[in-house]
């Protein structure tokens, strides 16, 4: 069965912090790793990974993969209090297009 | 940007209803998904389709049918709604092996 855990749980930090969110998973026959975040509503598009070693990079956020160590990080530089959501990872992995996700990372940032 | 829709924010029924939850998306994606979201349980997969009339069991199809006429339109469907069907339910998105985009959500409470 696969599985995505990720680390902390919950977080709380003040603006200007630098955080960075943990999650590793066990797939059979990995294709990608995914990162959404989650504020109200909808899980929101932040990154797709698929090559280890490789960095993507938006703006303040930045996600690196571990394909060997089976993980990958997500970095938030210079925290705003916007940037307070649950982040999400999710793996694909299989012959079929079904993403297993994480519990979530509850972030906080307080001003 | 891809727009996915979701027929309903918030929706109450009684237990014993049949409840229809309706996603349509407009990027023309083959690929669509439906979700409950649950706390400490994450996101889970009901059931997704990969074209018009395929379906396909997802991790929890137990007590959920669906139902896929048209490309962009992909309904959920609780035959008789029970109290453990209260949840957020999620639609998705996707286009091959590309990332998969989000509705807004359905909070559906039954009663």
């Known amino acids: 069965e696969d599985k995505v855990v990720q680390s902390p749980l919950s977080l709380v930090v003040h603006e200007g912090d630098t955080v960075t969110l943990n999650c590793s998973y066990e797939?059979?026959?990995?294709?990608?790793l995914l990162w959404y975040k989650q504020e109200k509503k909808a899980p929101t598009f932040l990154f797709m990974l698929t090559s280890s070693g490789i960095e993507k990079k938006s703006g303040r956020l930045s996600s690196i993969l571990d394909k060997k160590e089976l993980f990958s990080i997500l970095n938030i530089t210079a925290t705003q209090t916007g940037d307070s959501a649950v982040y999400l990872c999710a793996v694909e992995g299989g012959s079929n297009y079904k993403l297993t996700f994480g519990k979530g990372t509850l972030l906080t940032v307080n001003p | 940007d891809v727009k996915v829709t979701q027929s309903s924010r918030y929706l109450v029924k009684r237990t014993g209803e049949k409840v229809f939850l309706e996603c349509v998306q407009d990027?023309?994606?083959?690929?669509m998904f439906w979700y409950r979201q649950d706390p400490g349980l994450g996101l889970r997969l009901i059931y997704f389709s990969y074209d018009v009339k395929m379906k396909e069991k997802g991790d929890i199809p137990e007590g959920y049918s669906v139902s896929r006429e048209k490309k962009e339109r992909f309904s959920l469907i609780l035959e008789s709604a029970s109290t453990n069907q209260t949840s957020m339910y999620l639609c998705?998105?996707?286009f091959g092996r590309g990332p998969q985009h989000f509705g807004d959500g359905t909070r559906l409470s039954i009663l």
């Open positions: 797939v059979t026959n990995f294709r990608s």
């Open positions: 990027m023309d994606h083959e690929n």
């Open positions: 998705a998105s996707s």
